[in-house]
């Protein structure tokens, strides 16, 4: 069967440092892969790279067994892929309904002049990640960490992904707000929601992976259940530094 | 189109019209070629807002579209005798696709590299029509005796007046639809916006189109209007700065701020003259500008948004205030 994502033999170099160096991973459909490492392995650049923000030096990023390598960001987010930020980025002087509307914008100027937005669509999303229609009219900078990542969720979801790449989804949140984000990941994955999960809160990722894919230096040095990469050597050496 | 626009806004539209249609009637001809120029400013500081304003490409070229504009209307028709029913919408889209010209350095850098290069794309147009062909463009004294589309301020006020409130409502309705959401959307985080599977290059494309093509509009009428045209006034850093003064005065990203802005930085000047005849009077209004700015970055259209909030919020205090007594 043809995984949903596959990065096969990426490589990327930054001048003369590879930050991702001949990395193979399968994403199958439905499932939630963790993708953990020390700081600087390479994580977020795999995400840039699956999604088209860097583009690959080699190898191949394949969706649906179709090579997406090529293809710019906003192509490859129609095909049904999509990423969070360890930053959330929101748009930050207009409300929540519109940074969710964004999301729902079709990508045709003549549709986004001749029809007006759908607030049904965007309360439904925002009631999805756990917003309340009140909420709807806040601006960015009155919205919490947590919010923050639940907008930048909804968003997101707004255009309609088939795997969602979430980057350092706990960071910065109390442990409230952990526990709002872990069950909203647990349900869209009930749903049937694909993710790819990098943190380095790995207590709070456990629960929400099926299995764990482990990098450093840009290269998978470990992959499988998370008990058992956690109990490999390399990566122990790789956390602990020996 | 599919527009957020209610009542009251069409109503707020009708009365500034009915007003600005009734003040030849009631003003001195000096006072109504004051407020074409003002006309005219807003139109650039318009066309200037739906670039800048919106996707936060600072533009410091402006000039150089509205310059390809006025002359484009001036060659065609002083030089080649063709109509002005045709050398204007000619001129419009000469302008639009040195538009395009403008937005290349759009797709790979922003900020204040992107200014710099606009800049660059002025003084190269002031270099240009002075050394190229001067014995089409005039050289260094450029063109006088252009065709003018009517005489006395009665008439050129209606229709520089018509002109600008035309590209008023249609600038402001556009801002209005998802798309000038969209565009908001790029000024605050255009990575957000590609991430959000949106073609900003598509998008950033039609904002300097729409913004061309109205720089095109304003500077082939405004040659129409003075009869004469010059480089030097024409590709000049104080015109720029007027063009975003006035944007920034009334408020970038709302259009009608610069409309607001025009008229306010216009008659600013024109009242200070007869005090202050020479270039002090720029120091006035940098002043103002600067005072403005620290009191209220978003300009004039926030303060008045915001006295507008309170004035509407205040029946509802005494409501509460009836109800609890």
Known sequence: ?242 | MAADIRLRHVLLWGLFIAGMCLLPFVTTPGTLRTVIFANYLAIFAMSWDFLTGRTGYVSFGHPFLIGIGAYSTAILSYRFGVPVAISIPAAVLITMLAGTLFFLPALRIRGSYFALVTLAFMELMYQLVQVIRPDITGGTRGISGVQTLTSGAFNNFYLSFALMVVIAIVLWTLTRTRLGTALSAIGMNEESVRGSGLNTTKLKLFSFMVSACVAGIGGAFYVHYLGSIAPRALFDINFLFTIIVAALIGGASTIIGPMAGAFFLTFLLEYLRPVLPGSERYFIYGAIALVLYMYQPKGLYAIVEDLAGRVRRKPTQDTVRDRAA
């Open chain 1, 1 to 242: 069967m043809t995984a949903l994502l596959e990065v096969d033999r990426a490589v990327k170099r930054f001048g003369g440092i590879s930050a991702v160096n001949d990395l193979s991973f399968k994403v199958e459909a439905g499932e939630s892969l963790g993708l953990i490492g020390p700081n600087g392995a390479g994580k977020t650049t795999v995400f840039s790279l699956i999604m088209g923000e860097h583009r690959l030096n080699s190898g191949a990023i394949r969706l649906n067994g179709t090579d997406i390598s090529a293809l710019p960001t906003y192509e490859r987010i129609k095909r049904g892929v999509a990423r969070t930020y360890q930053v959330p980025r929101p748009f930050s002087e207009i409300n929540v309904a519109e940074n969710i509307r964004v999301g729902l914008m079709p990508d045709s100027l003549r549709l986004m002049l001749t029809e007006g937005p759908d607030p049904d669509a965007e309360l439904e999303l925002a009631r999805s990640v756990g917003f309340g229609p009140a909420d709807l009219e806040r601006k960015p900078s009155q919205l919490s960490m947590g919010d923050l990542r639940k907008l930048e969720l909804a968003r997101t979801l707004a255009t309609a992904p088939q795997i969602i790449l979430l980057d350092e989804v706990f960071a910065g949140l109390t442990v409230g707000e952990i526990a709002q984000i872990s069950d909203l990941i647990a349900r869209k994955r009930a749903e049937g929601m694909t993710f790819v999960i990098v943190s380095h809160d790995l207590r709070s990722l456990q629960p929400l992976i099926d299995r764990a894919v482990v990098m450093t230096f840009g290269q998978v040095i470990a992959e499988g259940s998370f008990e058992s990469v956690m109990s490999d050597e390399k990566v122990r050496a790789a956390y602990l530094g020996h």
